[in-house]
């Protein structure tokens, strides 16, 4: 997995409550394109309007926020799908870290494993950030420290401590689940008898 | 101490504690869908096997054709296909493929096969996994680097999710279907109201109703932000099981019910969340906007950004209002519709297709509207012809249609043209969902037949 310690970058706000992530990867897309090609269609249906020009009230759609590696979301981020697709694209468009008050919960376990940081922070501080970058777009990621640094503000953050070792060494979830091997065959071996209908029968 | 239906489940399943809060647990079931079969490629470019091929299940429903025959198809169909009989090969796991008897959608084909039981953690990459909670099974959608995981360890890391109860108070009125409760809820709660929760689904309106429609409801638990659902299971839920293919076999069944009896949550157990949901007066729940949580009763009207609870929720529902082509004020009643589709993991199974039939009376679909009925698997769609429901549909003038998940997410190349105006039985309303520029009215199985012979969004009691 990749490494994520301190990252700074291009903050863009998106001022947008349960944004789907349909609106972050078209169906089309998503089915149809490889991991390496979806980078540009991040966002389409936000970036762009239905005649296929830009959207003028989406920040990435000019500089600097077009630059962006860090969102700044609304509540519920992310809500729908379950498709990692959505997290691929945002990775291949240069997005590194999202914040946000809450996470749709399926895409808050994908942006983990593809080496990517949410951040839950209150909405009033998330509102406050999103404002802020757009007059002083960059902030600086520290996870080390587990604080955002922006011009004029300090705020700290937590995210749970196993997932943030997992992010800062960049370890390998199956590579450590496997180490786990005696327990889940004794897991296995209890359950059987716990629950003998579950044998695998001929079918 | 006193656990929740969510602590029960959970602590059966605990390997190995991780960290506070993070467990490893056991996955006894897994459906693997064929646009992630590429998670094969994963496993082999390690030299890792499928550690349980048995509890994996191979089920493609996203990207088949659903066309008489099974012409078309979207460009990418043949590839997806082609990895998953490939690598369901190479492994050996078990393949429902497109021309199975089995085939389906996998929320309507597991619990149809017995293959998932009460008390089982089961995964799957697809968010409306939460379906399989309202037998009383630990149930959530996962992404595809899980996919992986589960394949090579059956086990999956997670951190325990927060409880919460939505009640039903009262019993509604005859008539009101599962999927007007879910949406009912949802205009309570909201989209986001479940967030970081395990959402269980509780009283006298819950109790009354079918496994079916506890899996409509269970089905859009993540719609209202939660990715598990659950209803405790019950008699009903056992008889209903019984017998199945996959269902526990005669010599264990009694020791399996009995463990399943304890699958409740104690009575002064103590949520993180209550919510309560009236619906003693329900009427029937439709969408006007693109969230879910965009919900009003069939009798009432487009709402106005003016009075909304906050300025996000005013510009959400401007731009929504924008996007459907609607005017605040407006009445849902008489909206005229292009289409209709009666399908999805929310509402394909047969109590579905029959509550559908049954609002058509002798009426016709209306001139200029395209109507569809895809049956959730191919056992509902035999068993729906074996009762005639075919012939009613299609001499209506709808379009009678093979399993899968179709124009619920356009997946497979089914989509609404731009504009065009759908009532859909399937569970979201996004943006662009069924189609670029597609409008989307979320609405239950009777409501939507009465729209197809309307031409038009109609209250299906009148």
């Given amino acids: 997995m990749q490494r994520f310690t301190t990252h700074t970058g291009i903050a863009a706000p998106v001022p947008l409550a349960n944004l789907d992530t349909d609106m972050i990867i078209r169906v089309e897309r998503s089915a149809g394109l490889p991991r390496a090609e979806l980078g540009p269609y991040a966002l389409e249906s936000w970036r762009f309007r239905q005649d296929g020009t830009p959207n003028p009230d989406c920040a990435l759609n000019r500089p600097p926020h077009d630059a962006a590696s860090i969102l700044i979301g609304g509540e519920n981020f992310g809500c729908g799908s379950a498709r990692e697709t959505a997290v691929w694209a945002l990775q291949g468009f240069g997005i590194r870290c999202v914040i946000a008050p809450s996470f749709g919960g399926a895409f808050h376990e994908n942006l983990f494993e593809n080496g990517m940081l949410p951040i839950r922070l209150p909405a009033e501080q998330v509102a406050a950030l999103q404002a802020l970058v757009l007059r002083a777009p960059e902030l600086t990621i520290d996870l080390p420290a587990q604080e955002i640094r922006g011009e004029g503000v300090t705020l700290p953050f937590i995210v749970e401590p196993l997932r943030r070792t997992m992010l800062l060494e960049g370890l390998d979830p199956i590579g450590l689940t496997l180490t786990r091997e005696a327990a889940i065959a004794a897991f296995q071996a209890r359950d059987a008898q716990r629950r003998p209908w579950l044998q695998p029968r001929a079918a | ?462």
């Fill in chain 2, 1 to 462: 101490m006193p656990r929740t239906l969510l602590d029960k489940l959970w602590d059966a399943q605990v390997i190995d504690a991780l960290a506070p809060g993070v467990d490893l647990l056991n996955v006894d079931r897994h459906y693997l869908l064929e646009m992630r079969a590429g998670a094969f490629g994963v496993l082999e470019a390690r030299g890792l096997p499928v550690r349980d091929p048995h509890r994996t299940v191979g089920v493609v429903d996203h990207v088949v054709s659903t066309a008489p025959g099974r012409a078309g198809g979207a460009p990418w169909t043949a590839r997806h296909l082609a990895t998953m009989r490939e690598g369901c090969a190479r492994h050996g796991v078990m393949l429902l493929d497109q021309d199975h008897p089995d085939q389906g959608i996998a929320h309507v084909v597991g619990p149809e096969l017995g293959l998932t039981h009460p008390g089982m953690l089961v995964l799957c990459p697809d968010s409306h996994t939460s379906t399989h909670g309202a037998l009383g099974a630990l149930a959530w959608g996962i992404g595809f680097s899980e996919v992986a995981h589960v394949l090579a360890t059956s086990a999956i890391v997670q951190r325990r999710p927060k409880s919460m109860r939505i009640r039903f108070e009262g019993l509604p009125p005859a008539g009101i279907t599962a999927k007007d409760l879910a949406l009912a809820a949802l205009a309570v709660v909201g989209a986001g109201g479940g967030v970081g929760h395990a959402i269980e689904f509780a009283g006298p309106a819950i109790e009354a109703l079918e496994p079916e429609g506890r899996m409509t409801l269970c089905n859009m638990a993540v719609e209202l932000g939660a990715k598990i659902g659950l209803v405790a299971p019950d008699e009903k839920v056992f008889a209903w099981l019984r017998g199945r293919r996959h269902a526990p076999p005669a010599e264990h069944w009694e020791q399996a019910v009995a463990s399943w009896r304890a699958l409740f949550s104690d009575p002064d157990a103590v949520f993180d969340r209550e919510a309560r949901v009236p619906v003693a007066g329900l009427a029937p729940q439709v969408t006007w906007g693109t969230s879910p949580e965009h919900v009003v009763s069939v009798t009432g009207v487009v709402p106005d950004p003016a009075t909304a609870p906050d300025p996000v929720r005013a510009r959400a529902w401007a731009a929504a209002l924008d996007y459907m082509g609607l005017q605040p004020g407006q009445k849902l009643a008489g909206l005229p519709v292009d289409q209709v589709f009666i399908g999805s993991c929310t509402n394909a199974r047969l109590s579905d297709l029959r509550e559908a039939a049954a609002a058509l009376g002798g009426g016709r679909v209306a001139p200029g509207v395209t109507a569809w009925v895809v049956a959730g698997s191919q056992a509902v769609k035999r068993a729906a012809e074996a009762e005639g429901l075919d012939r009613r549909f299609r001499e209506a003038g709808f379009d009678w249609r093979e399993p899968g998940c179709s124009l619920c997410v356009g997946a497979n190349g089914d989509m609404v043209a731009p504009g065009k105006r759908v009532v859909s039985t399937s569970n979201r309303n996004f943006v662009g969902r069924q189609g670029p520029g597609a409008r989307t009215h979320l609405a239950s199985p009777a409501m939507a037949a009465r729209a197809a012979l309307a031409g038009a969004i109609v209250d299906p009691r009148s």
